[in-house]
């Protein structure tokens, strides 16, 4: 009898260590997202900065930088779903892109102070977001396994809990990132 | 799909190969960069500028050495006609022990005394040239140590020694970054008389650096022993470590396969350890074949690499006018200075300037 119930504790205790352990995985995941988030948000508030910054010089980019101002504005107004969100981010991306291309001809420009300070804030949020991206694939890493191994995969369709898909990198990005690489020597 | 996949790293390539600040970094980079000396220069450093003064301090050498053997004779001629009392005169037992035990103390003592003024001249004369020799710009002060409560602030090590010492400390500005360093001998010692035990914590190279990005948190990168030896279990134990923190898991394996990381925030760990600064990592634990310890915090990095031998030391027994140890002390100082160009301290491209 005793040591019936005693199994029965047992098995109890694992099946509550695991159902914890589930879901402290799921919301580790949820919180690296939600970083992520926060980083792209942080990226959208220095975006007006960067257009008050370079608009004096840049004359024929206007376009450029109207499309990234509402860009920005639609993205902060915050009544979007997650493809349009995504669609946005990468009409920002690339915009950013274009800017910091088109900063070249401007020499004057590249000689500023302010704007040398924001730049180096643009790449060290962009190395978060990259860093945020990575932890949330060992999240993700961490919680696939504890839905797809046994035992932890009973309770876990028991939860309804399904594998999330990781952020894909692609080949180049694998490749270790080299400031000289970059630069060109 | 998911968001910001791909575009997001395309921008921050387009953008650091376009900017101009980027290009204004090159020259920091090469400015800041040691050159590394060949060992060809070195030779040429060793036979024009320490030479004439080796030669000096070689004769100087000879006589304490010298010295030294004579007062090993007496101390063994004493022991001689002291063991000789004992079995022919029926001393007690206890009255040669103090006698043995003084002389070796007196001995040691006197060859101490012998020695101190040269092991300073010395280190003046030729450690602090080659130091100098690596990088003009750096200090040397052969007394001096990096502080008990800088060696525990690194996290490194959890035992707070209580045997603290340590020589040779070199600091300065090597390009943009700020750097210090000593040998360090950390021990602990607990019990006393028969139960006496003593451990090393530390014994090595000790350096510090202030790193280039900012950051809050800590985060300490260890040699990896339980998951070499353990496998997945021994990682499953190391998530364990409740004294080090979160467990942080990166996805380079070769780099998960030399270290273990530990940390206050899986972002920021990462942000430190990006992807290229994991490689370089490798890349100097692998050239140099050592242990190498890490810690990130309060925005310097901290590095521990441990040595079984007493570091920037004269020979005493040998001969001064030999390339091979000159050439040793120059490797010993250049893994430390090294550390920046190793680790990429000197690329400024975040807002930490």
Redesign the interface.
Known sequence: MYVALGIVVAVLFVIVLIYNSLIGKKNQVKNVFATIDVLLKKRYDLIPQLVAAVKGYMRHERGLLEEITKARARAVSGRLSDDEQVLLDNTVSKALGGIMVAVENYPDLKADKSFMHLQRTMTEIEEQISAARRAYNAAVEAFNNAVEMFPTNIIASMMGYKTRSFFEIREDERRPVNAGGLLGN | ???????????????????????M??TK?NAGRILMKTLDDLKRFYDTTLMPDLLALEGQRRGIARKIMIVIIVINVALGLGSLAFVFMESNMLAVVIAVALCLMIGGVVCKLFTRGYVTYFKSLVIERIVHFVDDSLSYEPRSCIPKSTFMLSKIFTTKPNRYKGDDFVSGKVGATQIQFSELNAEYESGSGKNRHRYTVFRGIFFIADFN??FNGQTIVLPDTAEKLFGRLGRKLQSLNVFRGEL????DPEFESHFVVYGSD???A??IL???L??RITDFKEKTGKKIYLSFIGSMVFAAVPYTRNLFEPRLFKTLLDFEPIRRYYEDLQLAIGIVDEL?LN?R???K?
Do not use: C
């Not at chain 2, 942080?248 to 996805?251: M, S, V, W």
């Open positions: 799909m998911w968001p910001w996949q791909s575009t997001v790293f395309d921008w921050f390539k387009i953008a650091a190969s376009a900017f101009g600040l980027l290009a970094t090159t980079i990005k900012h942080i898991r990166l996805e899986q972002i920021e990462r942000y990006s992807t290229s994991m490689a990429n690329t491209i975040w807002s300037e």
